[in-house]
């Protein structure tokens, strides 16, 4: 979760979105001053998450999908973008508001590669499927995950490499049943608007 207001401007010190690993490296300060690898920081508004940290720049994996709906594909070093860290009520938020509380299950029913992601579509039921929206977020197996398209019987979502590397390999798994926990602010609208 993030705010919108810009903590620092960086600069791109490289880029090769060929690399699983490499992807973007961004020169910075103040975002750096208490991230981890995993954390997720805001580069251009677009979330992405830490894969390498490096005295005075960090390393964020960008797959396809990112690419393709955002304008980090242009980027070139010395290029300078806004960062921000997550949000922190209390402690960083680098997803949505995760409850852990299940609401149902889904089918892993496809995995395919996306570049160096890996795109995966679920097969849910409808009383999941209707607080599913793309770009909107949804816990698979407890991890954070942003939704790339939706339709009637499924939706899709998409992993960059460290996330790959970082997560259990059901996931990743055809015909894997799979924990989902939608968005709990898709919830409480239904139930403000319907009562």
Do not use: W
């Not at 690993?21 to 992405?48: E, F, P």
């Amino acid at each position: 979760m993030f705010t919108g207001i810009v903590e620092e401007v960086g600069t791109v010190h490289s880029i090769d979105v060929e690399s699983p690993q490499d992807g973007l490296t961004v020169r910075a300060r103040l975002v750096l001053s208490d991230t981890r690898l995993g954390d997720s920081i805001a580069v251009n508004g677009t979330c992405l998450t830490v894969t390498r940290l490096d005295g005075d720049a960090f390393t964020v994996g960008v797959m396809p999908e990112t690419l393709r709906r955002t304008n980090l594909g242009g980027l070139r070093p010395g290029d300078t973008l806004n960062l921000e860290r997550p949000l922190q009520p209390e402690s960083r938020l680098g997803g949505h508001f995760v409850q852990g509380h299940i609401d149902g299950t889904g089918l892993v029913s496809a995995v395919t590669e996306d570049g160096t992601a890996l795109a995966i579509r679920i097969t849910a039921p409808p009383h999941i499927l209707k607080y599913v929206v793309e770009k909107g977020f949804i816990a698979i197996d407890g991890v954070s995950l942003t939704v790339t398209e939706v339709d009637e019987s499924g939706f899709g979502i998409g992993l960059i490499f460290y996330t790959q590397e970082n997560v259990a390999d059901g996931l990743k798994t055809v015909g894997h049943e799979v924990n989902l926990e939608v968005d709990v602010l898709a919830k409480y609208v239904e139930k403000l608007v319907i009562h």
